[in-house]
């Protein structure tokens, strides 16, 4: 827990501001959820005790932050969506996406999705049937 209300409140924000772009991945194809939530659920353990479970004991989404903290890893099906999402998304970005000039982006554009399909595949692979909306 944050101990002064100043870290406490920013600590707060950041896991709002996560939860909302992990909503906003459910969406928007390319942009990751489960992580967005993980973070989340690590900013409100520093701040707000209430929030913490709220997120975590979620019927809709609680079962994946669980899971991956429990040691469960990353459902399979979920693995194979990330990754079918991911790699086009990430290959169309570098070869069209970003104008020509923009090489840096490019370059941080590839080796951040190369690096996303890496921690996807080396996360430990949950087998167990899909629990959505299980408390």
């Not at 290959?91 to 690096?115: K, N």
């Amino acid at each position: 827990m944050a101990h002064t209300p100043l870290r406490r409140g920013l600590w707060m924000a950041l896991g709002f501001l996560c939860v909302a772009l992990g909503l906003v991945g459910v969406v928007l194809p390319g942009l990751p959820t489960t992580p967005f939530l993980l973070l989340a659920a690590a900013c409100f353990y520093r701040s707000s005790q209430r929030f913490y479970d709220w997120l975590v004991y979620n019927p809709r989404f609680g079962h994946y932050v669980r899971d991956f903290r429990e040691g469960k890893g990353i459902p399979a099906g979920v693995k194979r969506i990330a990754i079918l999402v991911m790699v086009p998304f990430v290959l169309y970005s570098v070869g069209w996406g970003i104008p020509a000039d923009l090489v840096w982006a490019r370059v941080l554009t590839f080796v951040a999705g190369v690096v996303g399909v890496v921690y996807v595949l080396t996360r430990p692979t949950n087998h167990e049937p899909s629990r959505a909306g299980a408390p």
